[in-house]
């Protein structure tokens, strides 16, 4: 097994959940729990093959894929901030929604259950020991540092972060919970939807029904694992990203069977979870916070 | 004293009944919403309906079918959340509960009248240690038993799909196992029925849980445990136990959900036949309001919604998927009770309005 | 001239069927100190998160230093417009640092996007020196004790350039020293020119403070006095509406404690959790028919000694000795065997369960009573029945057993806690922990006639309050808690007034031999 080809797939499997945890964590600095991200993912990956297919641009569909994730987000945003519904279910009602609406539009648009036709990919850059990467990875290292610098140097993010900490406090100074809470929903939602859109013409180079595979799920526990930290976060998305490209080899190579192997990046993350917790969650994460409650 | 009791049952009927209402309304919501879904698509959404409710009913055996396991899987998720703690393993509980009931039916050999008991204690042995591992984590580690219950569906359905593929495999074309004993088997309701006699084990757990939690000290101190911690601690309630004993519970129900379709309808496990089972439970015992007795309506409903799907997509060419993003749809509109609650507010401020209370002084100044 | 900084005139709000300000009027002079003084339940607190834009109105007129406010806006409006308020219960966030609680909302940038951590210190550092208040801006809040907080508050508003400061009864967690610091504070910044409104139910505070004081009843406003022409009873006669006996215990009549204490605490140690203060060896005796008062600032370890004769938290040391056994592990259900009764000092958190109903709650705390329990079953017809006796005893609104607790008044929550815990059989001990805390007039005297009457029917009482009136009013005897020991036992009658205060304050400390 080469050191590089393993550390080029590490880097096409980890990219996408890196944006997808980078989202994950925003939203939880922010106070809420985003279940939804496969959802977002999945969504994206749509879109973003959508426009591509009409438009043979790909750029122009990650763009779409961005809007997308937007919109998403902040809609899903309005069931848990406006309404005040139950963060996880939420989130997990649109990520079935998702697998619904996707696969039957998968049916609509290709007229297939499966894959959808083949799209014009995502710039691609060949780099010296990192193999063939898309521009994405370039945009991931952008995102890590674009939301550290969010998170700790400007005052959206301190704002951001007040607000999960202890929402009435924040209010009670006129910060407006609601809003920064979508503002951050909104910026995992462009993360999200750039993610999807890696996947589906970024690498792949279709859409396939159900093609995000739990991804989201995983970088939410990525995020658990990193301690709520956007460069920690980098390690334990990479670290999953080196698990997935491991297995894949191994398979062949030491005749363990597939299932044994797919496994193991969620079996890491339930050892990780031992002992390590949550103690670094900000405080008001998942709780519904209602106004005026002084 | 009389006066006491039929004014309580009658309290307690009418929040019930709110309770009903209240699903009845998210259920409406959630078909307007899919309508205009169809619409977009290009379908009616009136004949969608109508065919979907219409070929579901004709096929009633396979509605009872699937509310059998919808029933077991939803209480599932119900139980544990009146204690505070949300269980998220349920596909792998449902999953493993199957295999453990496949392989004890096969492998044993036991009187007719006691085997399927062994396969189901077993079933629901395998289902609660898996639940328990979550509750444990939480208690110990505050770990998320969300997170830690979706990564345990995982690994289970892995570690299950490999022994069916390789060790415990019954048949050389597909991965399954073998096919359980005649002795094993949970006979139909009726010769050629879809639907078996499993069906009123799970309405009678739905009963048994719904007494439980409403005339028993284990169900009082469960709800108190759910709903407030501290105080419940200070009344001699063990939290800590109530956390990991309900999760438990729900474990085993939901591995219940899986042997009962084994050994009433499928008679072998295939992964295919298990999956999105626990899911369904999260919507059905939602729509319920995890309240015990609600369950078996909204299993109904959903098993109706879900069977009525397949027809839909052999006539209207609109998949099955569907019934998917319907689903979601009402999980998602369910838990805004904000929506519903505000407008039953309202409707409550002017029914106390004209009640003469005695002024009731809150402690807030 | 005193130019009128605010004024609020027939402004009205209701919370369902309870009218909570009542066409309440207020008139605020600039730079003057001036109470709002009432019960608990009076409508203070209501009336002033109305002034701040927390609440909105539905009727009535409001002016903020000249500008009329619309029917409904925020608090960000009300402080723009120079209006602070340093609520009861801090609204800091405990994981940052003292700048970053200060100026979050309004924040120091560098530019329109970025935040500056140095200058926010910088100005904080010279708020501190123009107001001379010591507080170092990179400490994390979280570690600091009340005061300090308080202060953080205090600065949060004076950094908005506050002019008009509303303290929400500020003086519940200060020791009376402390309180005697704010109070010099508070003159100071009315120097620099800020009106300054308390909102308080302690009479000697107002008299000692303020310069006009507003006294509220049941929603409305009674009277508006200068401070200087009237004395404690006619603010008390105005706040209550009659002459109100106190509940109170004769002193004096007792002999030395000769009796035999029904239980003793001996060298009480627990082990310490985060920051709550641990118990550090504590020495006390409980007598049959006498009320021990236990006084100390919130945070002296009144809470781990309420948990532990609760049996929520374990002793790492000492015991618990009553007639000829001695008690080392004290669980819950031990401590009820032993007939120890408890009244939390959180209603709504530690004594009830709010969305569970009165019954259940009651319930709840006869686990294994044969009464109404058989197998685990529970005999739904007798717990009835005994839950209705006990309605009618306690005189709990509403009448139903089925009712639920979160939308019972507060005086009734703590009837239905008062009722589950008092009815028990081989109670011998009861252990009220600020027992009428929020409540109003009417459940403060039902609360502590209560525990009177146990009193005389020769129930030991401990009774632990940050209430200084109602320990000396209650008490056979005074024990003050101190750092998680008891520093100071004696009849209440040879206590001083100041001694309480000192003790509790640490200026003067004697340890207690039991």
Redesign the interface.
């Known amino acids: 097994m080469e050191i590089s080809t393993l550390i080029s797939s590490m880097l096409r499997l980890g990219v996408p959940l890196l944006l997808a945890a980078l989202g994950v964590l925003v939203s939880a600095k922010a106070g809420i729990v985003n279940?939804g991200m496969e959802g977002n993912m999945l969504f994206c990956a749509f879109i973003g093959a959508l426009v591509t297919y009409w438009t043979d641009m790909p750029l122009v569909g990650l763009l779409a894929a961005v809007i997308a994730g937007l919109l998403y987000s902040l809609c899903m945003g309005v069931?848990i901030i406006?309404?005040?519904?139950?963060h996880?279910?939420?989130g997990?009602?649109?990520?079935?929604?998702?697998?619904?609406?996707t696969?039957?539009l998968l049916?609509?648009v290709w007229n297939s259950s499966g894959n959808s036709a083949p799209l014009v990919r995502l710039p691609q850059m060949e780099l010296p020991w990192l193999g063939q990467q898309s521009i994405t990875l370039v945009i991931a290292i952008f995102a890590v540092f674009a939301v550290w610098f969010l998170l700790n140097k400007m005052n959206l993010g301190f704002r951001i972060r007040a607000v999960g900490e202890h929402p009435a406090a924040a209010d009670s100074v006129g910060v407006n919970v609601m809003m920064y809470r979508f503002i951050a929903l909104g910026i995992a939602g462009i993360l999200g939807g750039l993610a999807g859109a890696e996947l589906s013409i970024g690498q792949m180079g279709y859409f396939t029904k159900q093609m995000t595979a739990?991804k989201g799920?995983l970088a939410?526990?990525a995020v658990?694992f990193a301690g709520y930290d956007p460069i920690y976060v980098v390690l334990t998305t990479m670290l999953l990203g080196l698990l997935d490209a491991f297995q894949m080899r191994a398979q062949s190579m030491f005749n363990i069977?597939g299932?044994?192997l797919?496994?193991l990046p969620?079996?890491v993350?339930?050892l990780a979870?031992?002992?390590?917790?949550?103690?670094k969650k900000p405080k008001a994460a998942g709780k519904i916070y209602v106004r005026g409650n002084f | 004293?009389k006066n006491?009791?039929s004014?309580?049952r009658m309290?307690?009927l009418k929040w019930q009944l709110l309770d009903l209402v209240y699903v009845l309304i998210s259920i409406m919501l959630a078909l307007v919403v899919g309508g205009i879904?169809l619409l977009i698509?290009g379908s009616n959404p009136i004949e969608a309906y109508y065919i979907m409710f219409q070929k579901a009913f004709v096929s009633f055996g396979a509605i009872l079918r699937r509310m059998t396991i919808y029933l077991l899987s939803g209480l599932a998720v119900a139980i544990p959340v009146k204690s505070g703690m949300?269980n998220?393993g349920g596909e792998g509980q449902i999953a493993a509960g199957a295999m453990t009931a496949a392989m004890l039916g096969s492998a044993l050999a036991l009187p007719a009248g006691i085997h399927p008991v062994v396969c189901m204690l077993g079933a629901i042995l395998v289902g609660a240690l898996l639940s328990s591992i979550s509750a444990l984590?939480k208690l110990k580690?505050?770990?998320?038993e969300?997170?830690?219950g979706?990564?345990?569906n995982?690994?289970v359905?892995?570690?299950l799909?490999?022994l069916s593929?390789?060790p415990f495999r019954g048949s050389p074309n597909s991965a399954q196992t073998a096919e359980i004993l005649e002795t094993a088997k949970i006979p139909r309701l009726a010769e050629g029925s879809q639907a078996s006699y499993g069906l009123f084990i799970a309405l009678g757990c739905c009963l048994l849980f719904a007494f439980i939690m409403n005339?028993?000290?284990?169900g009082?101190?469960l709800?108190?445990a759910g709903?407030?911690r501290?105080?419940?601690?200070?009344?001699?309630?063990r939290v800590g136990v109530m956390s990991v004993l309900s999760m438990a519970i729900g474990g085993g129900l939901a591995a219940m959900a899986g042997a009962v379709e084994v050994m009433g309808g499928r008679y072998l496990y295939l992964d295919a036949y298990f999956t999105n089972y626990g899911?369904d439970g999260?919507a059905v015992a939602?729509m319920a309001r995890n309240n015990p007795l609600a369950v078996i309506v909204t299993a109904f409903f959903l098993s109706t919604l879900k069977v009525g799907a397949v027809a839909l997509d052999r006539q209207a060419g609109?998949?099955v998927?569907?019934?998917?993003?319907?689903?979601?749809?009402?999980?998602?509109?369910?838990?805004?009770?904000?929506?519903v609650e505000s407008v039953f507010n309202r409707i409550r401020?002017k029914r106390?309005?004209k009640e003469k209370?005695?002024?009731?002084?809150?402690?807030?100044? | 001239m005193p130019e009128t900084m605010i004024s609020m005139k027939d402004v009205t709000i209701r919370?369902?069927?309870?009218t909570?300000n009542d066409k309440v009027s207020l008139e605020v002079r600039e730079g003057e100190i001036m109470s709002l003084l009432?019960e608990?339940?009076?409508?203070?607190?209501?009336l002033m998160k109305i002034l701040y834009g927390l609440y909105t109105r539905e009727s009535g007129e409001i002016v903020i230093d000249g500008n009329v406010m619309p029917k409904r806006y925020a608090p960000a409006d009300a402080i723009k417009l120079g209006v602070s308020m340093v609520p009861q219960h801090f609204m800091l966030i405990d994981s940052f640092t003292v700048a970053e609680n200060i100026v979050l909302g309004e924040e120091q940038q560098i530019s329109h996007l970025m935040m500056s951590k140095e200058k926010a210190c910088a100005k904080v550092d010279s708020l501190c020196e123009r107001f001379g208040i010591p507080l170092s801006p990179k400490q994390i809040v979280g570690e600091l004790p009340m005061g300090t907080k308080q202060k953080v508050e205090i600065l949060k508003a004076l950094y908005r350039g506050t002019k008009v400061l509303i303290l929400d009864e500020p003086t519940t967690v200060l020791t009376p020293q402390e309180v005697d610091e704010l109070f010099v504070l508070l003159r100071s910044l009315q120097r620099k020119g800020i009106t300054i409104i308390i909102i308080t139910h302690k009479l000697n505070e107002v008299l000692d403070i303020s310069d006009r004081v507003t006294v509220m009843r049941l929603g409305k406003n009674m009277e508006v006095l200068e401070t200087s022409h009237t004395n404690a009873q006619e603010l008390s006669q105005i706040m209550v509406g009659k002459e109100v006996s106190n509940v109170y215990v004769e002193q004096g009549e007792d002999e030395a404690k000769q009796q035999n204490a029904v239980f003793r605490l001996v060298n009480l140690h627990t082990k310490r959790e985060g920051e709550r203060c641990n118990l550090q060896g504590i020495n006390l005796d409980l007598f049959p028919g006498k009320v021990v008062g236990v006084a100390g600032i919130d945070g002296n370890g009144q809470t781990d000694l309420v948990e532990v004769l609760?049996?929520?938290k374990a002793l790492s040391e000492g015991e618990i000795r009553t007639g000829d056994q001695c008690i080392l592990a004290n669980?819950?259900?031990e401590m009820?065997t032993l007939g120890i009764g408890?009244i939390?000092e959180d209603r709504t958190?530690?004594?009830?369960?709010?969305?569970?109903t009165v019954r259940?709650n009651i319930?709840?705390?006869y686990?294994s009573d044969t009464r109404f329990?058989k197998h685990?079953?529970?005999n739904?017809?007798s717990a009835?029945?005994y839950v209705?006796d006990l309605i009618q005893k306690y005189d709990i609104?509403?009448a139903?057993?089925?009712a639920v607790c979160r939308?019972?008044?507060?005086?009734n929550?703590q009837k239905v806690v008062l009722a589950r815990e008092l009815e028990r059989t081989g109670l011998k001990a009861v252990v009220a922990s600020q027992p009428v805390r929020?409540?109003?007039v009417g459940a403060i005297q039902f609360t502590h006639s209560t525990l009177l009457k146990l009193r005389s029917e020769g129930m030991a009482i401990l009774l632990i309050s940050s209430d200084l009136d109602e320990i000396k009013t209650m008490s056979d005897y005074i024990a003050i808690i101190r750092n998680g020991r008891i520093v100071a036992f004696k009849k209440a009658s040879d206590f001083s007034k100041d001694e309480i205060g000192l003790y509790m304050g640490g200026a003067k400390s004697e340890e207690v031999t039991a």
């Open positions: 279940m069931f406006k309404w005040r519904g139950n996880v279910v939420v997990l009602g649109f990520n079935f929604l998702m697998i619904g609406a696969t039957v049916k609509a739990s799920f939410y526990s658990i069977p299932q044994l797919l496994m969620y079996l993350t339930l979870l031992f002992g390590v917790g949550d103690k | 004293m006491l009791l004014a309580e309290a307690r879904f698509l949300f998220m984590m580690f505050g770990s998320s969300v997170v830690t979706i990564m345990l995982y690994i359905m892995y570690i799909q490999y593929m390789y005339r028993t000290r284990f009082l101190e709800k108190s709903f407030n501290l105080a419940a601690s200070y009344q001699g309630v899911f999260i939602y609109v998949s998927y569907f019934a998917i993003a319907l689903q979601g749809i009402i999980i998602a509109l369910l838990v805004s009770p904000y929506l401020q106390l309005a209370e005695p002024a009731i002084k809150t402690a807030s100044t | 919370f369902g069927s309870l909570a009432g608990n339940g009076a409508g203070k607190s209501t609760t049996g929520t669980t819950v259900e009820r408890i939390p958190q530690q004594g009830l369960v709010l969305d569970l259940d319930l709840l705390g686990k329990e685990g079953i529970i739904l017809q009835n029945k209705g609104r509403p139903r057993g089925n939308f019972i008044s507060g005086g929550q929020g409540l109003d």
